[in-house]
Nanobody, 129 residues
Framework: EVRLVESGGGLVQPGGSLRLSCTAS????????MAWFRQVPGKEREGVAC????????YYADPVKGRFTISQDNAKNVLYLHMNSLKPEDTAMYYC??????????????????????WGQGTQVTVSS
């Protein structure tokens, strides 16, 4: 079992930055990919960014490319999401997720909620002036 705990959300003005963190504990050795998803009320959860846990491959949703960066600290079992140039449409609950199997093909499956077995409780990000 993998336990995921997110932190770092909050209220930020448009154009501002935030860094989200996700600390993983438990059986993390079998983790292949970790990702950030987000959800607004009334809409489906959508993939934001994904990273291969033991490598450097990263994947991003088009709306956040060039603004968000996903990274990890394997030694500390922490996943990050660096968010810059935030927009009101980035307002959502952000969730950390872990997949303990390979994703095939990763280029299209990384953004599927069903591919991830473990989830955090979420951290709210609100972008507003």
């Amino acid at each position: 079992e993998v336990r995921l705990v997110e932190s770092g959300g909050g209220l930020v003005q448009p154009g501002g930055s935030l860094r989200l963190s996700c600390t993983a504990s438990g059986y993390t050795h079998g983790t292949f990919y970790m990702a950030w998803f987000r959800q607004v009320p009334g809409k489906e959860r959508e993939g934001v960014a994904c990273i291969r846990w033991t490598g450097t491959s990263t994947y991003y949703a088009d709306p956040v490319k060039g603004r968000f960066t996903i990274s990890q600290d394997n030694a500390k079992n922490v996943l990050y999401l660096h968010m810059n140039s935030l927009k009101p449409e980035d307002t959502a609950m952000y969730y950390c997720a872990a997949a303990q199997h390979g994703l095939f093909p990763v280029s299209t499956s990384w953004g599927l909620e069903s591919e991830f077995e473990h989830w955090g409780q979420g951290t709210q990000v609100t972008v507003s002036s």
